[in-house]
């Protein structure tokens, strides 16, 4: 595997989060360490789960480093898992519920999965083939023949601690791109990478009671990121299975919720809750946003009488808490962080760089471009990929390297800084529309379309063109009650866009199809325009 070789955080990390979780639970074994809709574990009962589940493995020959796989909604047996996988020494493969059958045989299939614990929401997803594959596989909600019990497998495990020996360099987690074509990328992290991202936990009070609320899948890095501290810091966990945003108002208003992470759309769909304000939130210490960037114009809905309020300033304005927004990859790299409540200024970036960590902007040849100018962003930091599994050469496509020779990851983000240092964000590389040899932005026509009040959603795609090679199409969401026309719309965006940007359509739609932390998928609004040039 490349050495990738990152730069040592300002304290760097002495125990692994295996060592950490395994003293929080001899610390205080009865304070509560996981709680699910109406089931909850202390810490003493989590520990015994971990050993047994690590145990469970060991007996089946597991060794270290092997890679074990879960596809499930958020749970108790998920979250037990996950630890106990790592307490085995094993590595845990968190697969996407948003994965097709074809993308997830891959997955297991790159990766030489030796279990795979599956729930009933997601048989489907895999009963078509995980028999043809020599992997133990386990039921973790059901019953099925070619399927052993999960409960019943760790009911009859050893409780005692297997005290394997964990190492910094170990496979911690490996967690696959989408994959909706090709061999999906397994993006691999080893305890180091995991035991760097704690030094969050203090200055984010993570170790002072903290309860979190994650309602986005643990397979997701996004979750990852905040599961990972509450659990370093001794703390309590509450998983939601599924997202609803009033359900969640209510959980954090039960149970006194004091952190959470939440992806744009999700502050979306919590701030438009009509009746928000009636909900006590004042427990709430740190909000974060991750994922996506938290537009500053994306709108919360307009309730009769009220005006269209962007998102950011609606959260900072209402939801009690600070409201830190970052900045990264799952691959790790560079990361910002906006603390949006200190720069009300700055919400239309996504921070600065955070402690320890370098961005730098690139063009196409590879070379750095001002800090003003818009180009590639590379990034460096403490926490960072080991690299993608098995595949030095696509490691290797994923690096650029300053002067000196280090190793920067190329995000296939575009942005640049403002004056301040603040980053600001143009487009995924991927989605710059290329129209008569001109790089149009398509983040900068969004936002031009989510000004208007009637649009309350947006993304814009390059279509074939045969004048221009490909042309601007707007795609958007109008708010209830909105009656005027996709032309209209587009007339008025133009009017006010450069000549080089304007749109060559704007279609209206019920919705626009999401990731399940929210992504727009750009890839599925595009595919049906050039397929039709295809045939």
Known sequence: MLAINPPAPATAPTR??????????????????????????????????????????????????????????????????FMGILRAGACVTPLSTMASPDALQKMLTDCGAKAIFVAAQYLDLVEGFVTDLDIARFALDFDHPAFQSFSAAVEQADVTDPNIAIDMSDAFNLIYSSGTTGTPKGILHNHWMRAAQMDRVSPNGYDDDARTLLSTPLY???????????????????????????GYLEIVEREKITHTMLVPVQYKRIMDVPDFETFDLTSMKVKFSTSAPLRAAVKAGTPTGLKAK????????????????YYGLTEGGGVTVLNSAEHPDKLHTVGQ????????????????????????????????MAGYYGRDDLTADYIWRDDAGRVFF????????????FLILSDRKKDMIISGGLNIYADDLELMLLADPDVIDAAVIGVPS??????????????????????????????????????????IRDTLPRSSIGKILKKELRVPFWDAVKT
């Open 16 to 81: 692994t989060i295996v060592e950490v979780v395994r003293a929080n639970a001899q610390t205080h074994p009865d304070k509560l360490a996981l709680v699910c809709e109406n089931t909850s574990i202390s810490w003493r009962e989590f520990d015994r789960r971990i050993n047994k589940i690590a145990n469970l493995l060991l007996s089946m020959g597991v060794a270290k480093g092997d890679n074990i796989a879960i596809i499930s909604p958020n749970s108790i047996p998920y979250a037990a898992l």
């Open 410 to 421: 190329r995000s296939g983000d575009m942005g640049r800084f403002d004056k301040d240092g």
């Open 220 to 246: 997701s890095n996004t979750t990852i990121v905040s599961f990972l501290p509450t659990l370093y810091g001794g703390s309590t966990v509450y998983l939601m299975p599924k997202f609803d945003a009033r």
């Open 310 to 325: 962007a998102v950011k300033a609606d959260v900072l304005a209402r939801f009690p808490g600070k409201l830190l927004e």
């Open 466 to 507: 045969e004048a221009w090679g490909e042309t601007p199409y707007g795609l958007v969401v109008l708010r209830a009650g909105a009656t005027r026309t996709g032309d209209q719309i587009c007339v008025d965006a133009n009017a006010k866009l450069g000549k080089s940007q304007r749109l060559s359509a704007v279609e």
């Open 353 to 384: 760089p955070a402690p320890g960590n370098e961005i730098r902007l690139i063009d196409e040849a590879g070379n750095e471009v001002p800090s003003d100018e818009v180009g590639e962003i590379c990034g460096r930091g403490p926490t960072m």
